[in-house]
T-cell receptor
Framework: KAGVTQTPRYLIKTRGQQVTLSCSPISGHRSVSWYQQTPGQGLQFLFEYFSETQRNKGNFPGRFSGRQFSNSRSEMNVSTLELGDSALYLC???????????????FGDGTRLSIL | DAKTTQPNSMESNEEEPVHLPCNHSTISGTDYIHWYRQLPSQGPEYVIHGLTSNVNNRMASLAIAEDRKSSTLILHRATLRDAAVYYCILSPTGPGRAGSYQLTFGKGTKLSVIP
């Protein structure tokens, strides 16, 4: 069974540009969450999508946005990139949330974004 | 969300058991205890989770204290592949959480395995 797939694996951008990252969840998983990981702040929750709707959002500026498609695939976008946006961006998927705490999340290996 | 406390680092010899502790004194009655680990250059990997009773799976065992204020992840025979950062996370459920799933990661415990 294929795992969570994130593309691209590595990306280099310059300040002021925008970027779009892609995530394909495990087949049958309809909930997709995004996280940012940096050495200083660790793993931080960005947002979660389920049934093409954003269900929860972390404490990040509006430059960070996302969306989910009808096939559950998700994209996140960062506009007006800043040096501090350099990080590993992780996507995780889980089954349809019923008793959500009983559902583990399955993570991809992330997209390493470097801002020059 | 309730907070967890873990040691910053631990060491274990290869093929010996490892007990990774986690304190969560402010846990609520409906919080599940989840463990994830992150190997170098990879995303976090689900290990195990439980609510009240001890749990076992092919990767590890989870021992939960009777008052649920602490738990221990047990790796029965450490291998070099188990060297990773281990995260203990509380995942709340219940009314008001509909359609929302958010994991709050702390700094975790960095486990080193000595050959």
């Amino acid at each position: 069974k294929a795992g969570v797939t994130q593309t691209p694996r590595y990306l280099i951008k310059t300040r002021g540009q925008q970027v779009t990252l892609s995530c394909s969840p495990i087949s049958g998983h309809r909930s997709v969450s995004w996280y940012q990981q940096t050495p200083g702040q660790g793993l931080q929750f960005l947002f979660e999508y389920f049934s093409e709707t954003q269900r929860n959002k972390g404490n990040f500026p509006g430059r960070f946005s996302g969306r989910q498609f009808s096939n559950s695939r998700s994209e996140m976008n960062v506009s007006t990139l800043e040096l501090g946006d350099s990080a590993l961006y992780l996507c995780a998927s889980s089954l349809v949330p019923g008793d959500r705490s009983n559902q583990p999340q399955h993570f991809g290996d992330g997209t390493r974004l470097s801002i020059l | 969300d309730a907070k967890t406390t873990q040691p910053n680092s631990m060491e274990s010899n290869e093929e010996e058991p490892v007990h990774l502790p986690c304190n969560h004194s402010t846990i609520s009655g409906t919080d599940y205890i989840h463990w994830y680990r992150q190997l170098p250059s990879q995303g976090p990997e689900y290990v195990i989770h439980g609510l009240t009773s001890n749990v076992n799976n092919r990767m590890a065992s989870l021992a939960i204290a009777e008052d649920r204020k602490s738990s221990t992840l047990i790796l029965h025979r450490a291998t070099l592949r188990d060297a990773a950062v281990y995260y203990c996370i509380l995942s709340p459920t219940g009314p008001g959480r509909a359609g929302s799933y958010q994991l709050t990661f702390g700094k975790g415990t960095k486990l080193s395995v000595i050959p």
